[in-house]
């Protein structure tokens, strides 16, 4: 006997309402995007694998333990894209999208990370992704921050995530900053975690964000960013806070925050929500000035951000389709065909419609409550006059639409449009027998 066949460990299949929380959150982004002016913007899911081990430097996390990287036929080492950024910026050079500067652009689609699978964390999962290129200035973070921030209140997340905010300072301000981190982090060394003492020698500023226990007070008491900042460094947070300010986004300083990879300069952010256990960091990003330069393209400072879809997707209220929605009963068979055209032309006025039959006329009803629509319809031959083709009545269910009048009339028409209606347009009342006949009928 084969045993049952399995997916990849740490990937998802996703079924009705779950895939429906997942479009949700895109369908948002898809809208928001443009009230900002980004325009989409589309990536290979792969890529050679120099382009993120470049971007992202080799001490990374994704770089030296998470990507998906293998050898294609031809003998090119190939790597599944972990992020958007890289493969942006790689899009960015190869095509001269310079002559496009500020080029403001949002992407989405899915990633993929080797890492030990748990709630919120999966090896494909799905990103969000916005860049603004070639922006040096600090209205560029306020905008693009705004961005997230409306995106998470559209989704209804506005109480659910708080933004923390740092600064990362310029590269002589990191210099400095890193020197007395690296001071103070030796004076501590035994006392470090083993992957600490590691980073100590590589990538020093990750032991702020370590989630060791044993890290904690060393991290927690480590120098801070802001006896470093230079005067211009200082000057750009200030004016990056302002902006949010005005733009009405509420922000909290963080000064430990500090992010994964190596390029980001000045502004470093992260939402994050007490909601999904360790995996609270739904949406992160930064200034990254130097990457476009390190990938061997032109000095280009750019800011950009990334949120899991999937991390989105468990927080938000389940997502209830556009209504009005009908179940249409039919409670013979005879009028499988007049069902059928009486659904078509419901769903042709954007009115969804489900038909049910079959089964006993009992399970029928249950079924149709079952699907919980606004207006259930059934329609019958028991009474049918000469010419008549069925007996039609709507029931409205639901008392939540406001626009229950409006859509009456505009069944009306419907109705009206497509048989003959011996009735006083206008008499529509939930609960009524209408005699439906062919349009031809005399
Ligand atoms: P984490 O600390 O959770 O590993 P990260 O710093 O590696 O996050 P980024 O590289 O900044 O994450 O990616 C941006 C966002 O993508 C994260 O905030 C998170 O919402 C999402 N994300 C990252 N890795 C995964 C994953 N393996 N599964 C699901 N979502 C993820
Ligand atoms: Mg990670």
Not at 139 to 168: P, S, W
């Amino acid at each position: 006997m084969s045993s049952k066949i399995q997916a990849v460990r740490g990937t998802q299949d996703m079924l009705g309402v779950e895939a429906d929380r997942f479009h949700a959150v895109v369908a948002a982004f898809d809208r928001v995007r443009r009230l900002y002016g980004f325009q989409r913007v589309e990536v290979p899911m792969f890529e050679p694998t120099q382009v993120f081990a470049r971007s992202l430097g080799e001490t990374t996390d994704v770089v030296s333990k998470e990507m998906y990287s293998f050898e294609d036929k031809g003998g090119d080492s190939l790597t599944l894209r972990p992020e958007f950024t890289a493969g942006i910026a790689r899009a960015y050079i190869s095509n001269g999208w310079q002559q496009h500067a500020p080029l403001k652009v949002a992407a989405w689609g899915a990633a993929f990370r080797y890492e030990r699978p748990q709630k919120g964390r999966f090896r494909q999962f799905h990103q969000l992704d916005a860049e603004i290129i070639g922006a040096a200035e600090p209205a560029a973070d306020a905008e693009l921050i705004a961005f997230a921030a409306q995106l998470l209140a559209e989704l209804g997340l506005a109480d659910r995530v708080t933004l923390q905010l740092n600064t990362l300072g310029d590269a002589a301000t990191r210099a400095a900053w890193r020197g007395a981190l690296v001071a103070h982090f030796e004076a501590h060394r035994a006392d470090l975690s083993e992957e600490s003492r590691a980073r100590l020698d590589k990538n020093p500023l990750r032991i702020l964000d370590s989630k060791e226990r044993q890290d904690r007070p060393i991290a927690d008491a480590a120098p801070a960013i802001d006896d470093y900042l230079s005067a211009e460094a200082s000057d750009f947070f200030a004016a990056v806070t302002a902006g949010l300010d005005a733009a009405g986004v509420a922000w909290t300083r963080n000064a430990r925050l500090v992010r994964g990879l190596d390029y980001y300069r000045h502004t470093a952010f992260e939402f994050v929500t007490d909601d999904l256990g360790a995996q609270g960091t739904v949406l992160a990003g930064g200034r990254y000035d130097g990457l476009i330069e390190n990938m061997g393209g032109p000095g280009t400072p750019a800011v950009g951000w990334a949120a899991g879809i999937e991390r989105l997707a468990m927080l938000i209220d389940e997502p209830r389709g556009e209504g009005p929605t009908v179940a249409l009963v039919l409670e013979s068979d005879e009028l499988n065909y007049v069902g059928i055209r009486l659904a078509s032309a419901l769903r042709r006025i954007q009115i969804s419609c489900e038909v049910v039959s079959g089964g006993s006329i009992k399970k029928r009803f249950d079924k149709a409550k079952k699907l919980d629509p606004d207006y259930v319809f059934t329609m019958n031959d028991h009474l049918l006059a000469s010419n008549q083709i069925a007996s039609l009545r709507i029931k409205l269910i639901s008392s939540q639409r406001k626009s229950s009048h409006l859509f009456d009339s505009k069944i009306e028409m419907m109705l009206d449009e497509n048989f003959k209606v011996r009735r006083p347009l206008g008499s529509l009342t939930s609960g009524s027998d209408i005699g439906l006949f062919d349009k031809a009928e005399h």
